[in-house]
């Protein structure tokens, strides 16, 4: 579990009331430190079971992930959030960045897809649309 951005997402709340800016003047990935876009995804691991969050509220809407296939075959992408209100979404990408799936979160069903890899890095674009949300994501060999 990697949970250390509450520090940096306090720090820049603070700093951001230092200057006396309001919340509706934060861009939407203020706080979102280097994982915003792909070239800062942070990797996660085959079978680990990831707990982070995604804040429209605090500058943090979007968080991008990576996983590396080691050969070809199935691969399970699970995920939930916490706060249905969010909107939050989760976008499987290719190595290329292509989109593959777009898969909005749906309270009270299990939020899985399986498709067919190759080997080679795939991307998680994790998002919210309001408010904000901690979530869940675990990539698997279902
Ligand atoms: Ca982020």
């Not at 399970?76 to 969010?86: G, L, Q, S, Y």
Request: net charge negative; charged share 25%.
């Amino acid at each position: 579990m990697k949970w250390v951005k509450g520090t940096i997402a306090a720090a820049g709340v603070f700093a951001a009331l230092l200057l006396g800016a309001g919340c509706e003047t934060l861009g939407p990935e203020t706080n979102s430190s280097t994982d915003k876009d792909r070239l800062g995804a942070i990797e996660i691991k085959i079978n680990d079971l990831v707990l982070d969050y995604v804040s429209c509220l605090d500058g943090d809407k979007t968080d991008w992930k990576y996983f590396t296939v080691p050969g070809e075959g199935k691969i399970a992408v699970t995920f939930a959030f916490d706060e249905p209100a969010a909107g939050g979404t989760v976008v499987i990408r290719k190595p290329t960045g292509e989109e593959m799936y777009r898969l909005p979160f749906k309270p009270g069903s299990r939020n899985i897809q399986i498709f067919d890899a190759i080997p080679g890095h795939y991307y998680l674009e994790i998002f919210c649309e309001a408010y904000k949300s901690e979530y869940t994501v675990e990539v698997s060999i279902p």
